[in-house]
């Protein structure tokens, strides 16, 4: 996840550099598949009945943040205008916070749903004796 938001972000700030004036529908396109790839990333997870999965995202967040800040950095630098280490302190602070939640509100909410469709050898089992009454 911190590869595909840096890449991401990157993207934008070069995106930016040749359209300054129109960034509403990039953007909006950008959080919009970074939204979708947790949740249905997180769905999956749910839906495969993953040991830990609330944990194991919970880190994915933690570890997404300040990692995609860095590639952010890196990415600019080399691809954008040479941005230099001075953008580090922004990208590891606010950028890093945004991009956590970015991974972590949307896993949440797939967790919820993926936890709640039911799979097709679940759903096609007779109810076993107790159930019955």
Do not use: C
């Given at each position: 996840?911190?590869?595909?938001?840096?890449?991401?972000?990157?993207?934008?700030?070069?995106?930016?550099?040749?359209?300054?004036?129109?960034?509403?529908?990039?953007?909006?396109?950008?959080?919009?598949?970074?939204?979708?790839?947790?949740?249905?990333?997180?769905?999956?997870?749910?839906?495969?009945?993953?040991?830990?999965?609330?944990?194991?995202?919970?880190?994915?967040?933690?570890?997404?943040?300040?990692?995609?800040?860095?590639?952010?950095?890196i990415g600019r630098a080399v691809f954008v205008d040479q941005t230099g280490a001075s953008?580090?302190g922004g990208a590891l602070t606010g950028g890093a916070a945004f991009s956590a939640l970015?991974?972590?509100?949307?896993?949440?909410?797939?967790?919820?749903?993926?936890?709640?469709?039911?799979?097709?050898?679940?759903?096609?089992?007779?109810?076993?004796?107790?159930?019955?009454?």
């Amino acid at each position: 996840m911190a590869l595909v938001h840096g890449a991401a972000v990157t993207v934008l700030a070069k995106y930016s550099v040749y359209h300054p004036t129109d960034q509403a529908f990039p953007i909006s396109l950008a959080l919009a598949l970074l939204v979708g790839a947790a949740a249905l990333w997180g769905a999956v997870d749910a839906w495969l009945d993953r040991p830990d999965r609330g944990r194991n995202w919970f880190v994915a967040a933690l570890v997404t943040g300040p990692v995609a800040g860095v590639l952010y950095v890196i990415g600019r630098a080399v691809f954008v205008d040479q941005t230099g280490a001075s953008e580090l302190g922004g990208a590891l602070t606010g950028g890093a916070a945004f991009s956590a939640l970015l991974v972590l509100v949307p896993a949440g909410l797939g967790l919820f749903v993926g936890g709640r469709i039911g799979r097709g050898t679940r759903a096609a089992q007779p109810p076993s004796e107790d159930a019955r009454g």
